[in-house]
């Protein structure tokens, strides 16, 4: 039986989302499958050029990743020696403190909590602020993600100046006037994700847009062989499909709106968010956590804003057993 809400450790939910695994063990009750709402990824992922199986048998080719590293620079808008792919955008932020050397950073906050642990696991001092107060802050290096996650936030006002300026623009197909990648240089960096927009979140596959002789030190840092065949083949195919990509973002904005309607028509106040996830708030946030998940619903809590709970896109068919299970967890 499931614990009772008062008794439930939420722990393995507020680190991020997508502990389905957790849920099963907490909620072994919960109607199955699972609706997992607690990340940020596109439910209607790009159908499109998979690695194909004499691809899987061998190591990936120099040329087929300067061919995917070229094909996403075309749809940044810069050049392919400013690129450098990457298992993820995560793996970058983790690698980009010990790369950069420098010893303090300031976040604008609150914000993906990956990039403070990041910086901390290398040894510098972090502070995290208010986006208002970075340029009041000392230090080496300024982090903001843009739109943020998980509030939507949106910053238009980015320059590096003397410091290292590093811009996570994991959700930024949502809102592409926003990229400052056509500026990356000098000490701004600027990080990009393709598996929330694309909803491939599972080929692990990101990039690091950077002045060319960072760039190339970053795909030091990686290997010769830094990302998979699949992602190769998905990214290289997928980021030529303009008209994809613009059909999706037209889909993705009116299921947010939809979104938001369900949510505030079960009593809860939308904060923010990109057209890839909700953030809502309601005094009895865990509460409505622990009766959205005792109905199969998983949503993303945070520690340090209990009254918050953010909500992924469900897809085409769920949306009526995510309509059922808000109401009831009203009750």
Not at 76 to 100: C, N, W, Y
Not at 114 to 134: F, Q, T, Y
Not at 198 to 223: D, M, T
Not at 246 to 257: F, G, N, S
Request: net charge positive; aromatic share 8%.
């Amino acid at each position: 039986m499931s614990a009772p809400a008062s008794d439930l450790d939420l722990e393995d939910f507020l680190r991020h989302g997508g502990r389905l695994a957790a849920a099963r063990r907490a909620f072994p009750d919960a109607p199955t499958p699972w609706l997992d709402l607690s990340t940020g990824i596109n439910p209607r992922p790009w159908k499109g050029a998979r690695a194909t199986a004499a691809s899987l048998t061998r190591l990936p080719d120099p040329d087929e990743i300067k061919a995917l590293e070229a094909a996403a620079a075309a749809a940044f808008g810069v050049s392919s020696d400013r690129v450098a792919a990457v298992p993820g955008a995560e793996a970058a932020l983790r690698a980009l403190p010990r790369l950069l050397g420098a010893r303090s950073v300031a976040i604008a906050a609150p914000t993906y909590g990956g990039h403070a642990e990041a910086w901390r696991l290398a040894g510098a001092k972090v502070r995290c602020v208010a986006p208002g107060d970075l340029s009041a802050v000392a230090s080496e290096a300024v982090v903001v993600v843009n739109p943020n996650n998980p509030d939507g936030a949106r910053r238009e006002d980015l320059e590096a100046g003397d410091r290292w300026l590093i811009v996570d623009e994991s959700f930024v197909e949502t809102a592409p006037e926003l990229s400052v990648a056509v500026r990356a240089g000098h000490r701004l960096i600027v990080l990009r994700s393709f598996g929330k927009f694309y909803g491939l979140a599972g080929v692990r596959l990101g990039f690091v847009i950077a002045e060319p002789g960072l760039a190339a030190r970053v795909a030091a840092q990686f290997g010769d062989w830094p990302v998979s065949a699949e992602a190769i083949a998905a990214g290289t195919a997928a980021y030529a499909d303009h008209a994809w990509r613009e059909r999706t973002a037209a889909r993705l904005a009116k299921d947010a709106a939809r979104l938001d309607g369900l949510l505030a028509a079960n009593g809860f106040e939308v904060l923010g968010g990109t057209s890839l996830f909700r953030l809502a708030s309601t005094p009895d946030a865990a509460r409505r956590f622990t009766a959205l998940a005792r109905r199969g619903v998983l949503t993303r809590p945070f520690s340090d804003q209990p009254t918050w709970l953010r909500f992924g896109l469900p897809k085409p068919k769920d949306w009526p057993r995510l309509q059922s299970a808000l109401e009831g967890s009203r009750r």
